[in-house]
């Protein structure tokens, strides 16, 4: 076929099959628009459902089983060494999880009447774009959304093309289980993958340039990872930077510091970029700054008044659930409708053991600002729920105003910690008080009482207010 002998004419073109794109596809349609998705695997779920989230947490959880084995030698019950066979484990990857929902998305697509188009979409103008690959097309649109989501960052100045140097979306396909793994980063995804591939048998050692894992985070909710870290990891170095990468043979010698150390594999995970290059956006009034981020509003809109644009292309926080829930603002605001992206938080779950999770206002952002803050925590170690699983090194803390009583931020560190803060979530989002969550009554025994633990505690130092 050559180019241009097939133009379509649709409502809404969504470039980029990942969760912002499939949210904002399914909801035009659910509205009556007649919408196409242009993604270049010619797949929905994006890097979040094949490279990413899905995958990974999938991995965490056999992770978490190896360690619920080995812990339940303290209660008499001995499983024996865990052995991990590869093969099996890479098929129930693909087929039992990521295949699954990738079946499921494409069913819910056609439901829908969403035609996925397979091929690279560059923009010619405001109105139109053009489909590169093996479905070449020109397709005509009134709105367009971009969602074209991210890409894993290279390390700064040490490029070096090796299979033995991996990024997010390599170490996912587990080609083996290294002896030695250097990790790069003590960002999320260092620590998680690191988790995964300690559980699995690899000697891990992590590099960190600043003082602490996890950069930026409160510290009161590192510092129990920052400790199960230390146990499953060989050695952890932080202040300290990699200066070269070089292949000897069956290694990758590595200078940090003022060491040379070899490793069988290197994980780089030093974050992610957002992936805006070679759309063509030239030709349009979108304007993307140095990094490649595009610029929003909070109805989605870019410059250019018939094109949005949703998740990590237009930024931090890079997660999923942002994105879905600006890919839902966009295609009301298409459909004419009265939304916008105007949420006051965006929850994050750091999905290692034991796992965190924060929402709002930290207690380092009010000391920054200059914020006058109330503070409660409380310590699992008095939890009787968490007594029963052996897991007392949680920790739950409210960021309170002091006037008014609302909950400002939640943060939660242990087991479990990325469904509970869904209440934090809920709390912020609703200007909910310390003495409502105090009010309402909490299953006994279960982790959740430790948010009305946390509020009583604050009612307690008012003086029972």
């Not at 490279?51 to 303290?74: F, R, T, W």
């Not at 060989?234 to 990699?242: A, E, S």
């Not at 870019?302 to 829930?325: F, K, N, Q, S, W």
């Amino acid at each position: 076929m050559v180019m241009g002998d097939l133009v379509r004419e649709v409502d809404v073109a969504v470039v980029g099959g990942g969760p912002g794109g499939y949210s904002a596809a399914f909801r035009c349609a659910e509205l009556g628009l007649e919408t196409i998705v242009v993604d270049a695997n010619k797949r929905l779920g994006g890097a979040c459902l094949y490279e990413g989230c899905i995958p990974s947490k999938a991995l965490l959880h056999v992770a978490a089983v190896v360690h619920e084995a080995e812990s339940a030698k303290e209660f008499g019950v001995d499983f024996g060494d865990p052995h991990v066979s590869l093969d099996p484990l890479r098929k129930w990857k693909a087929e039992r999880v990521v295949g699954k929902l990738s079946r499921g998305l494409a069913s819910v697509a056609k439901g829908k009447g969403v035609e996925v188009v397979g091929g690279r979409a560059v923009f010619e103008d405001s109105r139109s774009l053009r489909v590169e690959g093996e479905e070449p097309q020109k397709i005509r649109f009134k709105h367009a959304v971009i969602a074209t989501g991210s890409l894993p960052a290279p390390l700064p100045g040490l490029a070096l093309e090796s299979e033995r140097v991996m990024d997010s979306t390599a170490a996912l396909e587990l080609a083996d289980i290294p002896e030695r793994l250097l990790v790069i980063g003590g960002g999320y995804i260092g620590l998680e993958l690191g988790q995964v591939y300690a559980a699995l048998g690899s000697q891990v050692t992590l590099v960190e340039m600043l003082d602490g894992l996890l950069p930026g985070m409160d510290r009161d909710l590192v510092q129990p990872l920052a400790r199960r870290c230390e146990k499953l990891f060989h050695k952890i170095h932080l202040n300290t930077t990699v200066t070269g990468l070089r292949e000897t043979g069956s290694a990758i010698e590595t200078t940090f510091g003022s060491e040379k150390q070899p490793f069988d594999r290197v994980l780089v995970a030093v974050g992610r970029r957002s992936h805006s290059a070679g759309l063509g956006l030239e030709t349009t009034r979108v304007k993307a700054d140095a990094p490649g981020i595009i610029a929003v509003d909070e109805r989605c809109r870019t410059d250019d008044p018939h094109i949005y644009a949703v998740g990590d292309v237009t930024g931090e926080p890079m997660l999923a659930h942002r994105a879905m829930r600006q890919g839902k603002v966009a295609a009301e605001v298409i459909a004419g409708r009265p939304a916008a992206f105007d949420n006051v938080v965006v929850p994050a779950v750091v999905f290692t053991d034991p796992e965190v999770a924060w929402c709002g206002l930290t207690e380092g952002e009010a000391q920054r600002a200059g914020r006058p803050v109330k503070v409660a925590k409380f310590q699992w170690a008095a939890s009787g729920r968490a007594a029963t699983l052996g897991r007392s090194d949680g920790l739950t803390k409210l960021v309170v105003d002091p006037d008014s009583g609302r909950v400002l931020g939640v943060g939660i560190v242990g087991p479990g910690a990325g469904e509970l803060i869904a209440e934090g979530v809920l709390a912020v989002e609703a200007a909910l008080t310390a003495e409502d969550l105090a009010l309402t009554i909490h299953t006994h025994p279960t982790l959740s009482e430790t948010f009305m633990e946390a509020a009583e505690s604050l009612l307690r130092e008012a003086g029972g207010r």
